[in-house]
Structure formats: C-alpha cells, structure tokens
C-alpha cells in the first residue's frame, strides 16, 4: 500500500505541474511559476493533498542531476568564446559584484559570515528558464539586450558549478573554510582529470558501441547510466552529485554524440524539473510567508534594485546604449532557479536555517514574477520617452564626430536598421555592387568593427527620431529595417517616414497581425524570413516534381499575395 501512496503523490504533483502551467500561461507568466504556486497550493501547508513530500523531494533532485547534466550537453566552450567581453568580463564581473552585495545583504537580515558569503552567490544567479521564455515571447532573442542577457546567463550556469564544489566542503567554523575549499577544489580538480581520461576514451567508445546497435533504448539507457554514474562519483568524494553530473554532460558534448543524447534525455529533464520546482512549493511554509510579508517584500526589494543597478551599471561601462541599459538591467533582476538548488543545499548542509530557506524561496518567487511586468513597463516607458524631442536627444548620447566627417557627402544611399545576421547579408552584397549604405546598430562592439572598416554608421537605437536624424533620410535611396524587435521597429518607420514620407521602406515582419499595421504605415514591402524560407522549399519541391519555372512563379506569387490556388497548372 506505501508504494500506491507514493505513486498516488506522484500522480498529484505531474497533474497539479499541468494545471499550474497551463494556468501560468494562460496569464503570459512563465510556467515555473505555475509549478511553485501549484505545489504551495497542494503542499502540507496548504491544502494537504501530498503525504511524503520527502519521496518527490528525492524524484526532483534527480532533475536536479538531469538539469545539469543536459547544462553539460548544450554548452559549448567555442560558443562561450564568442559572446564577447560583456558576456564573459561582464558576467563575470556582475557574479562578483552581486555576490558581494548579497553578502552585506544577508549580514544586515541577520546571517552569519558563512551564510551571508551562500547568501551572496543566491543572489548573484537570475533564472535562464525565465529569461529565455520572456525574450522568446517578446521576439528579442537576436537583440543587443537579448544576446547579452543570454550570455550572462551562461557564465551564471557554469558558476553554478564552484559554488555546488564548495557548499559541502564549508562548516560552521569559519578558520577552516579557506582549508575546507581547498580540499574540495582539490576533489574536484581530480575528478575532472579523472573524467577527461574516460571522456576522451572510454566514453566515446562506449557510445560508439551502443550508437551502433541502432536502439533508442540502448543508448539512452546508456547516457543515463553514465549521468548518474559521475553524480554518484562525485558524492562518493564529499562533493555536489550534480558537478559531477554536469562533468559528464560536459564531455558527452565534445563528442560527435551530444545532439542525440540532448534530444533523447530533454523529456526527462523536463519532467524531473517540473517535479522539482512542485517539490519547492510543497515546502513553502504558508504561515511563514504569512507571518513575515514585510521581511520578504524588503528582501525582494533589495534583490531587485541591487541588481538591476549592478546590471545596468556593468552593461554602461561596456557602452552600450540606454535602450539596451535598460532592457539588460531589468531582464536579470530575478533569483534563479539554480538559486533554490543551491539554498536547498545551504539548507541540508546546516548554513541555512529552515526559516531563512523559507525567506529565500519567497523572495525568489516574487523577483520572478515581477519580471515580465518590469521588462513590460520599462519598454513602454523607454518608447514613450524616446519619442520626446528633448529627452530623445538626452537618450541619444554623444554621436561621434568622425561620423560626421564621413557622411557629409553620403547620399542617394541605403540605411541599414540593425547589422544582425540580415543586416550583415544585405551588406555584403551592396559592398559587393558598390553601392553606398549606412548602418544603424546598438551594440557598440558591431560599431566599432565597421568602423574600423570605413563604413559609415551610428551605434544608436534606430526608433530614436534624433539618431534617425543624423542618418540623411532626405537623400536616402531605401531604408531596410530588420530589427528584431517588432515595437522598435513599428516606431522606427513611423519616425523615418515623418522625415521623408515618401522614402521606400522595406521592413522585416515579425508576426502576421504587424502586416496590416505596417502597410498602413506606408512600409513600401514586406519581408518575412520565415515566410520567405518556406517558399523556398516549396519552389524546390515543386521543381522536382516537374513545374516549370513560370508556373512555379505563380504559385509563389499568389502564397505571397495570401491567396489559394485553386488549379493547378499543367505538368510540363
């Protein structure tokens, strides 16, 4: 019967994760949040619906391992390479300077050194899963803010990993800390040469083995076993079973295998991470929160300012513009999910109390939920701001003088609105024709390439009606807008065309409902890449099946028109 109750508990964590996240997105907020609420609804201090928290609590730390593992599996070290500085200096630097805050933070709600020192590295981690959603919703993945939020993610993913080494090494006393971590890096440094052995001989030949046996079974069965191996490695030494877990992944990835694996383990990873964050509402004391509702919301205000002033301060110094400040700043101010890992963890190795674990996750919960909301309200005032002529030019910063130099003269040109992987083929082939054109991009690092190239630009927001100023729109031949973001790019033409109405505008469109919007603007053409993609493999396969190349054309046009063709035109 105890094996129907824990199968029965099991049953009402998977339903209640479905009807929180369904319930999540129906509101347009990140399902984890859906996961958290569901468990606090049907925890012990809630409604009473599951008995043995402690079983799903172990299911959700295999997630944990999963988590990790398949982190391991993604990540790419010469991807890593190429975020640039800001990704790599700046994550680094904001995980410091946070940590530190987060320190002093914990100091002044009570903690002791060791706890404030754990405390500092919860606060420096934001939630990928949440900050992946939101820009994925938002259409901003391929924006300056979305590739830099994105890349400082990553860094925090792989910080992770020192901070899970070092939770178990601490104690109480903090004279042996410094000895404790010691020995524990120590661990770590011989498990990881261990594992690079195995990873660049035993590892492949096993998966090779397997692979050729053409078994799905097989071979996922195969990178399960060697996940939980390396974890079970890991904490037979004294250290995190998910560092070990992530080693794997990481040596997996280097092999011609990762994308099977990845694709094979994504399910479970998925389901063992819904498990886990259910599991984290089951142990939310609801008369804590009850209870300390001004403590929490003080916290959460804290965390909140404090990283966005850090994130926002470190993405200036990197001369990004105030757009992207912004954007970057208010994106990062949440507590991430490997946040609760590493608080659970503080938790059992006695660094936190049961009370402050309940504060944290609280905290956490909060700083999540607020962050749409504040990505949402800081693009709605940073869009009615930039419109204002005066504060418009305060926005705009300083425009380099040289800019001024090289395009006295430049006309009968093309503006180029973001230099993203479009911008930069549209480039290529009017460099190509030599045709003159200038480029129009936030992200100070592009800027400072095409300039060392000779080619005029302005590092700016092109929805500015100052910087579209400076771009000699009177004289422009065309203006060619790909920026992702299909509000920046809404208030981009609508500000090109106030001066120059009758300038020709071919725009990039992002969703269908943005056509119509766009046409009444007055945007000349209308290009979606998708759309444009899909047409391409249809002209392909109509060729093989024999069309001509005018019949084929009709076809296209009338797709392209939204219109259904009816007949078929004659095979050749």
Known sequence: MEGLEIGLDLLIVLVTAIVGGMLARWLRLPVILGYLAGGIAIGPFGMGLVSDSQTIETLANIGVILLL???????????????????????????????????????????????SIFFGFVVALSSTMVVLKLLMERGELDTAHGRIMLGILLVQDLSVVPMMVAIPAVTGELGGLWTSLGIAFGKAVGFIAGMIVLGYWFMPWVLKRVAGLRSRELFLLTVIVLCLAAAFGTYYMGLSAAFGAFAAGLLVSQSGYARQAFADILPLRDTFAALFFVALGLVVDRTYVLDHLGTIGIVAAAVILIKFIICSGITRLFSYSYKTVLMVGTGLINIGEFSFILAMMGKQAGIFSDNFYHLIVASAIVTMFLTPFAMNLNSFLYRWLSQKPL?????????????????????????????????????????????????????????????????????????????????????????????????????????????????DIVARVHRDRDVELLKGMGVTELVSPYFEGSLEMVRHALHRFGMSSTDIQYILNKLREGQTVEKKPEVE
């Open 391 to 503: 504060l418009a030019r305060q926005l705009t910063g300083r425009i380099d003088p040289d800019f001024r130099l090289h395009t006295e003269d430049i006309s009968r040109h093309a503006v180029i609105c973001g230099y993203g992987t479009i911008g930069r083929q549209i480039a290529s082939v009017l460099d190509k024709q030599k045709f003159a054109y200038l480029v129009i991009d936030l992200d100070p690092s592009v800027i400072s390439k095409l300039r060392g190239q000779g080619i005029p630009c302005i590092h700016g927001d092109a929805s500015n009606p100052e910087i579209l100023s400076h771009a000699g729109l009177d004289k422009a031949r065309v203006m060619l807008c790909t920026i992702p973001d299909y509000v920046a790019e809404g208030l981009t033409v609508r500000n090109a065309l106030r001066l120059n109405p009758k300038l």
């Open 69 to 115: 593992f398949a982190i391991g599996l993604e990540l790419s070290l010469k991807e890593l390479m190429k975020l640039g500085k800001i990704s790599i200096l700046g994550g680094l630097a904001q995980i410091i300077i946070t940590a530190l805050a987060g320190f002093w933070l914990g100091r002044a709600i009570g903690l002791e050194i060791t706890g």
